[in-house]
């Protein structure tokens, strides 16, 4: 599969990774929710090329995931806004967070953490099931196909004894 296919894949995974799937875009979107919005100020902060950084937020605006808002008339200069769809990433950001905090520390503790605005406390993302509120790992899920899922999905993976 070629990386220009993945969004006609039928697999969400694939289609979400069409859009934010390079590293560059993930540290945009990680800079977004820390409240930058300028885009002098995503390139001094990342350190990214201006042609690179131009061209993922323009997908990031063609996607609908960011809004491009005028700030300045003269000369015309704008910032970027997340919409509905790009606040939506928010626990996708969390969780990639959390998981370098655990997996690739860097010795001195996690260089960013979140605390809740309404009681204080830092939070930690944790997925649990919607219905009884138990928290879950991919050995209690159970993948089924969907309404849109194709004849592959429907076959089930081959499994190897651990």
Known sequence: MRWSDLP???CS????M????DRWTMLVLRDLFLGVRRFEDFERRLGIARPVLSQRLKKLVEEDVLNKVRYEERPARYEYRLTQKGKDLYPVVMALRAWGDEHMPTG???PVVTRHRACGHVVTPKLC???CGEPV???DM???PGPGAHEIAHQ???RRSA
């Open 8 to 10: 006609n894949v039928s």
């Open 13 to 16: 995974v694939a289609r979400a």
């Open 18 to 21: 069409s859009v934010v799937g």
């Open 108 to 110: 001195d503790g996690p």
């Open 129 to 131: 099931c919607p219905e």
């Open 137 to 139: 790992q991919a050995k």
């Open 142 to 144: 159970e993948a089924l």
């Open 156 to 158: 089930p993976a081959s």
